[in-house]
């Protein structure tokens, strides 16, 4: 083969390289894929649904003929530990919060990688899942990770004229300090809560951090519409994740190992 053929091969097969050259995508980290349901709620003896409620309750599949059952603490919450599907398989919470007569319900659906959130509290109801390393602090190195961000996809009633508080905190309980934002979210849809939009204290270190919450409430600021007034609605939320950026890796570690130290 002559140089100057030579040459013009390299150079096309440079250019097609080039030419399907693509930025490094951004990759993502699973808090809580939903894939593990909540426990039997031992609050409901004869159907044992995986739910966390406040207010009456159908503990059967249908009422009537099934009874139903007043709400008695602790229906509205569960707490349960090493779920495969949820980060280092940590612990999780999950509760519902309101008026303890006005019916409301939390379930995580596996089958559609989803938690089910139905409230029904004039004043306002709230949702709270909170992760946790059990008995010890966790110390999730988020910023070796490269997190940039918590996405939380969004279905079901919401709109601008039903807005939802989407809330994110992260706690290190050594020094008590934290990070933590409340978004308005008016749309379904994928919230992505920057890290960069947090309020953070002081000498926050993410690099440390042993709890994470993410929870979901009624607008409560006079300026909402409808507010202190709020009908029934119920949505959808999940599966949790953090944005990963892994074009500026914080510290010197491969994607693979990342992958393995937060399973």
Known sequence: MRPTTFALLLALLLALLVATARPTPAASLLLDAMTDPLPASPCLPVSAQPVVFLGPFCDAAA??????????APCNLATQDALAGVLQHRQRLAEIL?????????????????????????????????????????????ATAGVTALRVPVSGDVSALRPL??????VDRATYLGASAVVTVTAPGDVVVPFTALAVDSGFDFSGVDVVSVGFGECLDGACPGAGTYAPRSFTVGPFSFDVDLGTPVRTHSWGSLKATYR
Do not use: K
């Not at 009422?63 to 008695?72: D, K, L, S, T």
């Not at 508080?165 to 992260?170: K, T």
């Open 63 to 72: 009422c009537p003929p099934g009874e139903i059952v007043p709400f008695a």
């Open 98 to 142: 309101g008026n303890p007569d006005l019916a409301a319900s939390v379930r995580v659906r596996p089958d559609l990688a989803c938690a089910e959130v139905g409230f029904s509290d004039p004043a306002g109801n709230e949702s709270d899942f909170v992760y946790e390393r059990a008995g010890a602090d966790w110390n999730l190195d988020l």
């Open 165 to 170: 508080q989407v809330s994110v905190g992260l």
